[in-house]
Structure formats: structure tokens, C-alpha cells
């Protein structure tokens, strides 16, 4: 029959759904606490507690080995330490077993009681993170416990999640006790225990659904390339075939729509277009605007303003493709990752004619004849507001599509200019300035903002080089300050291009040994001019002496009779060659100086193995910072 010790470890074990090794040591660690308590043991000393699965314990203190015995608590017998420990010698620290009591003190018990509860409740958070922590991504249900204005409660069995009110969907309302699905979208590390965050408004939520209705896309014949979402209203998902014969819009609608039904019924009837991708963007694209018919499409990438798709549209589908508040059209923006520009036929058609009268366009009355006539007719119809039958919409389509393509082209030519001259200063920036990052300039949030689509430091320097006015305006288009560019110019003329120590000991050139030059101090002395530094004079015959490398100031010294006495002359203490400049120029001088060694400090970093330049902030900043740039 099961002893009372294994009844209640059990019992500890199935409730906290702990393992039996976490159970075993918070046991252990209780017995050494109390221990120490009962017996007023130092906490310098070791001890240690062992238990088996029976329940016997066995407690280890740590003793000297010594010839006779003063202190029991300390020192043991060395007949004794060798019955545990055969080859213990005399002044050796061993682990040897004591007798303890049948029972600790009341102060002792309380303090095991704590120590096992604490370290359970400790094993049982950990086991709780590490669970919950590999299903992030996943979907869980959950019961409504409580509702707040700012957050809902739910119960996941052992633990509780959190669905802030932007993880949520608009428009639903939620009851204590309501079975909930979501997506556990975070898991932290709290002193309570896991912090869970989940969400019904995330896109991944569309995405775990989709793989748990369609089998084909868990199995993987079919991928998801994106998704597009606006939580309780509409969502797009462009899907792909990997798997020859399958068509991926049937597999995700499934028969007669029963698998996307489905899930808009756990969105609460939200709106869900499956697209097709593509790899033609412009197809992509015209599909992404479905249920809106494109008449046509020009794709354009500029260098302010990325990737642009001007979509053309017969003008009854205008509303259409730009959908309720501009829905439909943001939603296959975020979708193919396109900015899309929706312009009608009639719009596009009247805002060409009005420029038929410059470059380019005006070629088209030599090169068109018959066209142009026709749609300024038409024009004329539709100015008056008359109705206009298809086949002149016909007309005006194919005069929009010559018309946008030659301003399509003159904005080519445009960019290709700048991309030359971009291109033409790129030998100018330091190769090392491609892989630095913006934020690395420690420019402000407006301007870091404004600079999104430049890719890194050496592509801002190029436009900084070749197109300022470009630069400027990418800067005011995305808001920043009026003081952008001259931010932008400080932090760039403060990047000390450096070669990293080792590439610049390597590039430098091995200079030969000079040979020792002989010197003679009191020629050299004489040799010296008023004012002048002393020129030393080289022992050598006249003619291996090159003249033209003898300074003008060097005078032959006279030679002197042994027997004459020398004349003393005055010597002048040497001053340093910036003495010689003229007191402004030595103020100016030292002033510059001073000035950059308080603005900049060059340091090896040896995290990054190159030369760095802290420099400090600018006047309108914190004073008391120093910066960091890579050189």
C-alpha cells in the first residue's frame, strides 16, 4: 500500500501538471531551508537534501576532516569522513550524512511550506510560458470572462489571454461565457505568470483559417503570397498553385463557396476576395481591383515616389474600383504592394486634350490627324453633356492610351537623367556607406520618416550630390522640417570617411629604410639662420650632394683655424614652426582646432573593427551627447 508522502507528491504532480524531477527538487530545496533554520546553519556552509520516490531523505552537510573533533557542526572525525569518502584526508571539505530530528521546529516547517510553494509555483509559470510560447501563430479557443471598454478576458483552460480593443473586430460584441476563436498572437514573461495577447483582427487570423478549411493549402499545393485585410469589412488573398492541375481559387472557395463560407462566418460576414497572383504586375494588378473591369494600365518606379500603377477605368466602373471610403482600391495597393493611381477614361481623356497644345502631345496633331479631330469632338459633346455612345468612349480610350504612354516616356527620359548622374558621382561615396543604414545618422523622426524610400546612406549622399532638388522635394512630400536639408548636410559633412585600420596598413606603401644620416650638432647650429629651423649638415662628398635639394637657408660655415678661437655668438631657443605665422592666422588656427577636438573624437571600435568618429550634436540638440558614425 502506497505510503502517505507518494499519495501527496502525486497529487502535486497531476494537479500542477508538473514533471516529477520539478516536484522532487522543491522538495529538496524545502528540506535544506528548514534545515538550516532548525539547526542555525551558516549559509556559507553546504548542505544538501536528497529524497527517493519512497520518501526516505537523507541530508549531506559540509565538514572539515580533522584528527579530534571540536566542533560537530563543522568537523568531522577522520574515521568517519573515510566510511563515506575512502580516500578523504586530513583537511579535506566532504559531504557527510546527519542525524536530524523526527520533526522541525514550527519556524522551520512554515519555512519549507514557503520554499515549496514558491518553487512550484515558479516550475508551474515556466511550464505554462513554454507552452503557450510554442503555439504563437496559432489559433486557440478561448471562454469570455470578462468585458472592458479597453480589453476582454478570456480563459484558456490554465492560463488567461488578453484581446486589447485593436485586436478585436469592429462591430462584434462579446458575452461572458462565449466560446471565442483567436489567434495567440504574443506570449511574455510576466512575475504573474505568461503575459497572452490575442487577436481576431490580424491578418495572420485569416491565414490559420484558411489552412484548417483548405486542404490544399495545409498540404502545401497551394501558397498564400499575401494577404490584405481590414478586420470586419473586406479582405483580399492572392494565392498560387505549386502543384500542376490545381486551381487555386476553386480550392480556396471550395464547392458551391461551402469552404470561404465557412470562414466568413467566423469573421462575422466579412468580405473575402480570392485573387490569383501573378507574376505580371500589371495583370496582378488589374485582378487585385476585381470586381472593376481596366481598361488599361501604365507601370511607372520613380525614384521619390516608388513603384506607381496608373490604372485606366471606363467611367461607370470608377466607383467600383475605388471602392466604399477607397477601399477597394487601398486594399490591392497593401495587396501587390503598388501605389495605384485610378483615373476614369473621361478624366483622363479631358486632362490630355487641355495639354495637346505642348510637348509631346502636340506632335499628335501631325502624327493623329483624324484622331485628334474626332475626340475634340467628342470632348466638345461631353463639355456640353451629352450623352456619348460606347464606340466614341472606344475613341477616347485609344486617345488616352497614345497620350499616356508619350508623357510615360518623357517622364522615363527624366529619370533615366537622374539615374545617370546619380551614377556618375557614385565612385565619389565610400563603398562602406552602401551598407549603412539611416537611422545610423541619428537624423529626427520627421526626416528618418520623409527618407523611407531611400535605401541607405550612400544613395542619400548621390542625391545629395547630383540631385538636391530632388532630395528636397522627397523631403517636403514626406513632411519633414525646413530645417531637413541642412540636418541632413550637417550629418553627412560629420561622416569621416576612414579605410578601416587594417585595409589602410595594408593600402599604405612600405616606405625603404633611409640610411642613417651623421650629423654634426655645432655645424648644424651654425647652419641655422635668424629664426630658422637648423638644417643638418650630411657628411658626403661635394659631388654626391644634389643642389637642388639643399635648402636656400643653408649656409657653408667658414672654416676655423685650430689654434683661432671660435666666436660666440647669441643662440636663439628654437621655436616651433607655428610661431612663424601671423598672430591672426595662429588664433584662426588654434581656434579650429580646439573647436573639432571638442566636436569629434576619432576611436577604434572593436565591435565593428573600424575607425569611428564620435562626434557631438548639433546646437539645437542635447549638448551632452556624444554620436557614433562608422567611418
Known amino acids: 500500500m502506497k505510503n502517505d508522502f507518494t499519495l501527496a507528491f502525486n497529487e502535486i504532480v497531476d494537479e500542477r501538471a508538473l514533471p516529477r524531477e520539478v516536484v522532487l527538487d522543491a522538495l529538496a530545496q524545502a528540506l535544506v531551508s528548514a534545515y538550516r533554520r532548525d539547526a542555525g546553519i551558516s549559509s556559507n556552509q553546504r548542505v544538501e537534501a536528497t529524497i527517493d520516490p519512497t520518501g526516505q531523505t537523507q541530508i549531506l552537510l559540509e565538514k572539515e576532516v580533522v584528527e579530534s573533533v571540536e566542533n560537530e557542526q563543522t568537523e568531522v572525525a577522520y ?14 571539505t566532504v ?22 510553494l514558491q518553487r512550484i509555483r515558479e516550475a508551474e509559470r515556466e511550464t505554462l510560458y513554454n507552452e503557450f510560447v510554442e503555439r504563437e501563430g496559432d489559433l486557440v479557443t478561448g471562454t469570455v470572462q470578462s468585458v472592458t471598454s479597453g480589453a476582454i478576458t478570456l480563459s484558456l483552460g490554465r492560463a488567461e489571454a488578453v484581446m486589447p480593443r485593436n485586436q478585436q473586430i469592429p462591430g462584434e460584441r462579446y458575452r461572458p461565457h462565449d466560446k471565442v476563436r483567436a489567434l495567440l498572437l504574443e506570449v511574455k514573461r510576466n512575475s504573474r505568470g505568461p503575459q497572452i495577447v490575442v487577436s481576431r483582427a490580424h ?35 492572392a494565392v498560387a498553385a505549386l ?51 481596366v481598361s488599361d494600365m501604365l507601370l511607372e518606379e520613380d525614384l521619390d515616389t516608388g513603384r506607381t500603377a496608373t490604372v485606366i477605368v471606363p467611367d461607370d466602373q470608377l466607383s467600383l474600383a475605388i471602392g466604399r471610403e477607397g477601399q477597394n482600391a487601398r486594399l490591392a495597393a497593401k495587396l501587390t504592394g503598388w501605389r495605384i493611381d485610378i483615373k476614369s477614361v473621361s478624366e483622363a481623356a479631358l486632362d490630355a486634350f487641355d ?99 531611400v535605401a541607405n546612406v550612400g544613395e542619400l549622399m548621390m542625391r545629395m550630390l547630383s540631385d538636391e532638388e530632388g532630395l528636397a522635394n522627397l523631403l517636403k512630400q514626406g513632411g519633414a522640417g525646413e ?35 651623421e650629423v654634426e650638432p655645432e655645424a648644424a647650429l651654425e647652419a641655422a639662420g635668424e629664426g630658422e629651423l637648423a638644417v643638418p649638415v650630411v657628411e658626403a662628398a661635394p659631388e654626391e650632394i644634389d643642389e637642388a635639394l639643399v635648402p636656400p637657408a643653408f649656409v657653408e660655415p667658414e672654416p676655423v683655424a685650430e689654434d683661432e678661437e671660435k666666436p660666440r655668438r647669441k643662440e636663439k631657443p628654437r621655436r616651433p614652426a607655428s610661431e612663424e605665422l601671423v598672430e591672426p592666422e595662429l588664433d584662426e588656427l588654434e581656434r579650429r582646432r580646439h573647436s573639432k577636438k571638442k566636436r569629434k573624437q576619432l576611436i ?28
Not at 79 to 92: Q, R
Not at 279 to 291: E, H, R, T
Not at 365 to 387: C, D, F, G, Q
Request: glycine share 4%.
Open 243 to 293: 502543384q500542376e492541375g490545381v486551381d487555386p481559387v476553386g480550392a480556396c472557395v471550395g464547392m458551391r463557396g461551402i469552404r470561404i463560407q465557412n470562414i466568413v462566418k467566423e469573421l462575422s460576414d466579412e468580405k473575402i476576395d480570392v485573387i490569383e497572383w501573378n507574376a505580371d504586375p500589371a495583370i496582378f494588378i488589374a485582378k487585385a481591383l476585381s470586381p472593376a473591369r
Open 604 to 631: 577604434f571600435d572593436e565591435e565593428r573593427g573600424q575607425v569611428v568618429v564620435r562626434r557631438r550634436r548639433k546646437g539645437s540638440r542635447q549638448r551632452d551627447l556624444w554620436d557614433e558614425d562608422l567611418e
Open 203 to 237: 491578418k495572420n487570423m485569416l491565414r490559420r483559417l484558411l489552412e484548417y478549411e483548405v486542404p490544399e493549402i495545409y498540404n502545401g499545393q497551394v501558397e498564400i503570397k499575401n494577404i490584405a485585410r481590414e478586420a470586419g469589412h473586406r479582405s483580399k488573398v
Open 79 to 92: 574515521e568517519e569522513a573515510i566510511k563515506y569518502h575512502p580516500d578523504a584526508e586530513l583537511g579535506d
Open 355 to 453: 495639354r495637346l497644345d505642348q510637348p509631346p502631345l502636340n506632335a499628335l496633331y501631325e502624327e493623329e490627324p483624324a484622331l485628334i479631330a474626332e475626340v475634340t469632338r467628342i470632348i466638345e459633346k461631353k463639355r456640353a453633356n451629352r450623352a456619348i455612345p460606347p464606340e466614341e468612349y472606344k475613341t477616347l480610350t485609344d486617345f488616352v492610351k497614345i497620350a499616356e504612354r508619350r508623357l510615360l516616356q518623357v517622364r522615363e527620359e527624366a529619370r533615366s537623367e537622374r539615374r545617370s548622374a546619380m551614377e556618375m558621382v557614385r565612385n565619389v561615396v565610400p563603398e562602406h556607406a552602401f551598407q549603412m543604414e539611416i537611422e545610423e545618422l541619428e537624423l529626427d523622426d520627421d526626416i528618418n520618416r520623409a527618407l523611407s524610400r
Open 95 to 116: 559531504m557527510v550524512p546527519v542525524q536530524t530530528r523526527a520533526s522541525f521546529g514550527r519556524i522551520a516547517a512554515q519555512t519549507a511550506k514557503q520554499v515549496i
Open 483 to 517: 530645417d531637413a536639408m541642412e540636418a541632413i548636410r550637417y550629418a553627412l559633412d560629420d561622416l569621416v570617411m576612414l579605410q578601416p585600420p587594417a585595409e589602410a596598413q595594408a593600402a599604405a606603401p612600405v616606405a625603404e629604410e633611409a640610411p642613417a644620416l
